[in-house]
């Protein structure tokens, strides 16, 4: 019975025994006797739906792959505080438009009067602002910094699919390797106990029997070891996924993943190269932009009581950058900053072009082993177990023969499934490419 299956039919057989000995006593209770409604027909139940209710929880279905990366994607805080710093650098992009603050002044000069020769009282607003383009400049810098965040997010969310699909296959390749450990527990458990008995007969000897029994040892040693990687790769998903329900993930037969055809260009980390050099070009852009001069704006008007009417005027001034000494250095090292950029992005690409040669060269090797149990090894494996069984009970082998022939043929199988996750995991770091 595979496990999904099983998990149906227990959680049947646990409603109907509760519907038999819990609920529909209790419900005969209520109706049995006219309806009468007490507190303690109320809270019969309360309880009967409560565990009604927590069974129909309990019996959730276990999670596929794809239902795994979409829960993670939803509840891992990582990732939630990456997408956060993408809408931080949105909210950014208009505080380019950032204008100084405006002056509003009062002004009494006893030198300045006017043709009545009294003083003015001049009441004025004045307004600085940088070179138009500065700001649509600065503009441009934001934008490109959200853009670098949101690549950052694709890089992060790919690093997740990517640890994630790795444990869940080795979550599934260790259920298959505690298969297997658990025949061979069985096995020698019952030879052990076979030995002992033809001990106690005199039909064999000592040496026999503890060797026997050291073997059983040793193997549930090795399925107890099995059982505990099984529990530390679980937590391992389950620190991916965050989720605060309870997680089951479903049992599938250990097979080949499917190779995905990429391009080493057309992925999220060469996208947050190339957008950290728009960055870059961009914030160099926005210093040569320093250069141009700022505008300043002022209007006023002034008055006296000898004046009939106000006296209005107005200044317009450019501020011009003479000592710019300064300003040259941060568009030198912004120009600098741009290069370094692209030294990076170069090494990089070169670094993971030799990545995925390496790693196509280790998937060739898997590959190769793998042709060779399914073509030869898994058949070679049933006949050793097929002949060593019969040979034994029919007296053609003695014991350690037959205890080598089991683990020879076991050791095949156990090969075979380690090989078989190393090819997964060499082929999920190749579809999931990154340093």
């Known amino acids: ?7 149906v039919v227990i959680g049947g057989l646990i409603t109907a025994t509760l519907l038999t000995l819990v609920v529909l006593p209790v419900l005969y209770s209520i109706f049995g ?33 794809e239902e795994l ?36 002044y009062y002004e009494y000069d006893e030198n300045n009067r006017a043709v009545n020769n009294e003083p003015i009282k ?18 441009k810098v934001n ?18 699919k990517r640890q994630l699909t790795s444990n869940y296959y080795e979550y599934q390749y260790l259920k298959e390797k505690e298969v297997v450990y658990k025949r061979l527990d069985s096995l020698y458990e019952n030879f052990a106990n076979i030995a002992t008995r033809r001990f106690e007969l005199g039909e064999t000897n000592y040496l026999e029997k503890i060797t026997a029994q050291s073997k059983q040892k040793q193997i549930g040693l090795k399925l107890l070891k099995a059982q505990q990687n099984i529990t530390i790769s679980y937590n391992d998903l389950l620190k991916i996924i965050q989720s605060k329900d309870s997680i089951e993930v479903v049992i599938e037969p250990l097979s080949k993943i499917a190779l995905k055809v990429t391009s080493i260009n057309d992925t999220p980390e060469m996208d947050y190269y190339r957008n950290k050099m728009n960055l870059f070009n961009a914030k160099n852009r926005f210093e040569k932009q320093q250069l141009l001069p700022d505008i300043s704006l002022n209007y006023f008007q002034g008055t006296n009581p000898g004046l009939n009417t106000n006296l209005h005027g107005y200044q317009l001034g450019l501020k011009i950058p003479l000592l710019f000494g300064g300003q040259s250095s941060r568009i030198k090292a912004s120009r600098i900053a741009e290069d370094i950029i692209e030294e990076e992005t170069n090494d990089y690409e070169i670094q993971l072009k030799r990545k995925y040669q390496a790693l196509k060269s280790q998937l060739f090797q898997y590959e190769k082993e793998l042709d060779y149990y399914e073509n030869e090894g898994r058949q070679l494996s049933d006949e050793i177990l097929k002949t060593a069984n019969g040979s034994f009970r029919n ?21 075979y499934l380690e090989n078989l996750n190393n090819y997964n995991q060499t082929v999920i770091n190749i579809n999931y490419l990154t340093l």
């Open 395 to 415: 007296g053609e082998i003695d014991f350690y023969q037959y205890i080598l022939s089991l683990e020879n043929a076991y050791e095949i199988q156990l090969n």
């Open 122 to 139: 001049v009441f004025g607003i004045q307004q600085d602002f940088q070179f138009p383009t500065v700001y649509f400049s600065g503009k």
């Open 69 to 104: 990366i979409a829960i993670s994607i939803v509840n891992n805080t990582g990732l939630k505080a990456q997408k956060l710093k993408v809408k931080e650098s949105d909210a950014l992009i208009n505080s380019a438009f950032n204008f100084d603050k405006t002056q509003v």
């Open 33 to 65: 006797k006219r309806f009468k409604v007490n507190k303690k027909n109320t809270s019969a139940l309360a309880v009967a739906f409560l565990l009604f209710t927590s069974l129909t929880y309990a019996q959730e279905p276990p999670k596929t792959l």
């Open 143 to 160: 934008t490109a910094n959200l853009n670098v965040q949101q690549s950052a997010y694709g890089v992060q969310e790919k690093r997740l």
């Open 1 to 7: 019975v595979q496990r999904p299956l099983a998990t």
